[in-house]
């Protein structure tokens, strides 16, 4: 499985909106490396009619439309066919909180086929026969799945092997296990002195322990200023 590459599928209304920001810096030195494969497949290429008709009204009324079962279906099946192991991850504001351990599973398997909706959503009979998991990634509505599909794919691609060089270490960072779930503690270059603010002392001391004491410290203090509930987790 890991000795062929990532494959990253996109089933979309919009498949010119991909790689986008992946095809640049570290995500897109690593697909032009052949690290791994971006396809986007448009969902209209699978509707039946002369109009090319993705989406119908709700049953049971409502505003907004819905897409199709059987179109979205068939774009499922045709994604599946090449990487019939890979997860289908519907992105929907009702999905599961997106997280590094998502990012990390995923990238371990030989790919992901990422399901974007629009509209009011998607018929529920194909996302109960047809997806392995429902993913959000934060509790605000966007437009369509496009958009949240970028940090998910940027998250994940950054894990496979080789992906990230030495200089972009994936060693101590938030949510890593060497920083024990805490996110990051802060970082200082040149100059030592800037606007009256100088780097922390200790941080020039050379002395190993002490540096690792003061960062596990700052790391603490950050977490529980910005997100407590990653200490209740420990
Ligand atoms: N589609 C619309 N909003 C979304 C969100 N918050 N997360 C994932 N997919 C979405």
Redesign the pocket.
């Known amino acids: 499985m890991s000795s062929s590459i990532f494959k990253a599928h996109i089933l979309t209304l919009f498949p010119e909106l991909f790689p986008g920001p992946m095809g640049h810096s570290i995500t897109g030195r690593a697909l032009s490396e052949g690290k791994w494969s971006c396809t986007a497949t448009d969902i209209r290429d699978f509707a039946t009619d002369k109009r090319k008709t993705v989406d119908d009204t709700p049953y049971g009324g409502g505003a907004g439309m819905v897409m199709r079962a059987d179109v979205v279906a068939e774009a499922i099946e045709h994604a599946k066919k090449e990487t019939p192991n890979a997860p289908v991850v519907f ?3 009702t ?1 599961t909180p ?1 997280n590094q351990g998502m990012a990390n599973r995923w990238a371990a398997g030989e790919g992901v086929i990422l399901l ?2 629009h509209y009011e959503g998607i018929d529920q009979r194909v996302l109960d026969a047809l997806v392995d998991e429902e ?11 496009e ?2 599909v970028y940090p998910v794919l940027d998250a994940t691609i950054r894990q496979l092997p080789g992906v990230l060089g030495n200089d972009e270490t994936l060693a101590e960072e938030s949510f890593s296990p060497a920083l024990e779930g805490l996110l990051e503690y802060p970082h200082y270059t040149r100059p030592e002195e800037w606007r009256g603010q100088t780097v922390p002392e200790v941080l020039k001391s050379g002395h190993h322990a002490k540096i690792d004491a003061w960062r596990k410290e700052q790391s603490i203090a950050k977490t529980q200023k910005v997100r407590p509930e990653l200490l209740k987790k420990k």
Request: with cysteine; net charge negative; hydrophobic share 40%.
């Open positions: 992105m929907t504001p999905g997106f974007c909706g993913v959000s990634i934060g509790d605000y509505v966007l437009t369509g799945g958009i949240a």
